[in-house]
């Protein structure tokens, strides 16, 4: 029934501002001016989510390439999740659910099998809503990757989910 309520679309020039509130409120990391930019042209990994046509969320990911030097690829080999984020007010009714499935769709029609996001370390409700979502936690935890952000306790797991 919830779901009915939700919708997604594409991220215009016009509600840029829209996904830098939501992210803003959100999340304990930043991002810069040229990030925001670059969003525009993410295509179909980047959407907004509506509840009854408010906007509440949006997720936004990027191709990611073989990190092997001496096989350097320009075939993509993951959709990386660089910014998930749904207000609170509208958490737990579905909203995060529908972006995850359109972002996990669009990643199958790329014939790209794997999902991969960083989750800060103390943020325990993001690693069990991946979990739950069928991400796996990565053994190695990437030490500091949050400290440019001044994250207290600035590590961050690698969660990964096979498409
Ligand atoms: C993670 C986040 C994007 C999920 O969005 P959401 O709209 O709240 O998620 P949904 O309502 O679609 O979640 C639905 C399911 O997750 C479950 N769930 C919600 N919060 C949970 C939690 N903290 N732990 C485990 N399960 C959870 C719900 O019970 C529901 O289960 P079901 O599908 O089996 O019925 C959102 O909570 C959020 O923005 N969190 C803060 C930022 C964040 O952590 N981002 C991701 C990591 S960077």
């Not at 001496?70 to 972006?99: D, H, M, R």
């Not at 669009?106 to 979502?133: M, P, S």
């Not at 053994?139 to 994250?151: F, I, M, N, S, W």
């Amino acid at each position: 029934m919830a779901r009915k309520l939700i919708s997604l679309d594409d991220l215009t020039p016009n509600c840029l501002g829209v996904l830098k509130t939501i992210n803003s409120v959100v999340l304990p990391t930043s991002y810069t001016a040229e990030w925001y930019q670059e969003s525009l042209e993410a295509g179909e990994l980047v959407k907004l989510a509506y509840y009854s046509e408010i906007p509440v969320g949006a997720i936004k990911a990027k191709q990611v390439y073989s990190s092997n030097t001496s096989k350097p690829s320009t075939v993509p080999t993951g959709v990386y999740i660089e910014s998930f984020a749904v207000l609170p007010a509208y958490q737990q009714k579905g909203v995060g659910s529908a972006l995850l499935e359109n972002l996990e769709a669009e990643t199958a029609k790329r014939f790209i099998h794997e999902l991969i996001a960083h989750v800060w370390c103390e943020n325990t409700a993001g690693v069990a809503w991946y979990e739950l979502k069928g991400f796996i936690k990565k053994d190695e935890v990437e030490k500091g990757y949050y400290e440019a952000q001044g994250l207290k306790n600035p590590d961050a797991y690698v969660m990964v989910k096979k498409i």
